[in-house]
């Protein structure tokens, strides 16, 4: 090729780069046999490279190899109070990754406005050989869009197959139908439920699995007893005094994650309305705190070591070129002290 300069061994992906007018980390994915290069487009790289004498240093290709064994771990930036959830999920994504040789970096990604191509620098600058993406990137999120364009194996933990992508999601459905069924079993049947954003899917599959076991039960849930919140605390707060005032016959709350059924608890018993003799209620997720909570929150757990194991035997088989398949996990219900059988009386 005529016209192009000898490139350098330390400045050569970034001439390579500039002569064909590309990303220096995509001209280093095609020089390093990395995913997500179109085949035509390696090849012109690799052409140019050689026409330019660059070779690529043996050292940094091992390092954006495969053989990095770094998995990264995406999660979604909500309010702090609602991030933290996260939390209990890392030690048991990082101990099953360190049983098969692998370790983590956790990356805080913004969930809106998420900037152009953070995914693929993420994966270029830490030179990470597969990825884990955490609750609510779901298949619209640019995120995983950006993940199946790159084909990097990734399992994630939503209802997202690809070729390259499986997925590792509790049932939460069920989950939705085992806290129905316990709040009716005791006696309940005025029930109100605090949903997170509804775009969400695991927002949708709770409370549909809600309204499933109240059907079971001859019951059709009221849609003025649903309240909205963001996953927080004070939203969980906040939508339990707005169900009470316009419900004070209901003895019952379900709520779609733990944080907000504390803060429900919280703005009941500040109120002089006793938690759970004279309303119950049940959360969802089984955060470890919940069992310190006054009272301890009955919940849904989403059985956390059992996904962090599935989540990374299907990277594993994506690793090694398996295809991508998904896989549900069944929730447990928790029962401690939060939900009292009604009487007569209340």
């Known amino acids: 090729m005529k016209g192009l300069k000898a490139a350098n061994v330390d400045g050569g992906i970034k001439a390579v780069a500039k002569a064909l007018n590309l990303s220096p980390s995509t001209v280093s994915r095609a020089l390093n046999g990395v995913y997500g290069v179109n085949p035509a487009t390696r090849e012109l790289i690799q052409e140019t490279a050689k026409a330019m004498g660059y070779v690529p240093h043996l050292g940094a290709k091992q390092l954006v190899g495969k053989s990095s064994n770094l998995i990264g771990v995406f999660f979604p930036q909500f309010e702090f109070e609602a991030s933290s959830g996260f939390v209990d999920m890392f030690s048991p994504l990082q101990q099953a990754l360190q049983r098969n040789g692998k370790d983590a970096l956790f990356f805080s990604i913004p969930f809106l406005n998420y900037p152009n191509n953070l995914l693929t620098e993420c994966i270029s600058s830490r030179s990470l050989e597969g990825c884990l993406l955490l609750p609510a990137f779901s298949?619209?999120?640019?995120?995983?869009?950006?993940?199946?364009?790159?084909?990097?194996?990734?399992?994630?933990?939503?209802?997202?197959?690809?070729?390259?992508?499986?997925?590792?999601?509790?049932?939460?459905?069920?989950?939705?139908?085992?806290?129905?069924?316990?709040?009716?079993?005791?006696?309940?049947?005025?029930?109100?439920?605090?949903?997170?954003?509804?775009?969400?899917?695991?927002?949708?599959?709770?409370?549909?699995?809600?309204?499933?076991?109240?059907?079971?039960?001859?019951?059709?849930?009221?849609?003025?007893?649903?309240?909205?919140?963001?996953?927080?605390?004070?939203?969980?707060?906040?939508?339990?005094?707005?169900?009470?005032?316009?419900?004070?016959?209901?003895?019952?709350?379900?709520?779609?994650?733990?944080?907000?059924?504390?803060?429900?608890?919280?703005?009941?018993?500040?109120?002089?309305?006793?938690?759970?003799?004279?309303?119950?209620?049940i959360g969802f997720d089984g955060d470890s705190y919940t069992a310190y909570t006054a009272p301890p929150l009955t919940t849904i757990s989403i059985q956390r070591e059992d996904v962090s194991?599935?989540?990374?035997?299907?990277?594993?088989?994506?690793?090694?070129?398996?295809?991508?398949?998904?896989?549900?996990?069944?929730?447990?219900?928790?029962?401690?002290?939060?939900?009292m059988k009604r009487s007569n009386n209340n």
């Open 139 to 281: 298949e619209s999120h640019p995120m995983v869009q950006e993940a199946l364009k790159l084909q990097i194996p990734c399992v994630n933990f939503e209802d997202v197959v690809g070729p390259h992508c499986s997925s590792v999601i509790t049932d939460d459905r069920e989950g939705g139908r085992l806290a129905g069924r316990k709040l009716f079993a005791e006696g309940h049947q005025i029930i109100g439920y605090i949903n997170g954003p509804a775009h969400i899917r695991i927002c949708k599959d709770r409370y549909g699995g809600f309204c499933e076991a109240l059907m079971e039960a001859g019951i059709e849930h009221d849609a003025s007893l649903v309240g909205n919140g963001d996953f927080s605390g004070s939203s969980g707060a906040q939508a339990a005094k707005a169900l009470k005032q316009l419900h004070p016959e209901m003895t019952a709350i379900f709520c779609a994650n733990d944080l907000m059924a504390m803060g429900a608890i919280m703005e009941f018993t500040s109120n002089g309305i006793s938690v759970p003799e004279s309303l119950s209620i």
């Open 309 to 339: 194991t599935r989540a990374i035997e299907l990277l594993m088989e994506l690793l090694t070129g398996h295809p991508g398949r998904k896989s549900s996990i069944p929730p447990k219900l928790l029962e401690r002290q939060s939900v």
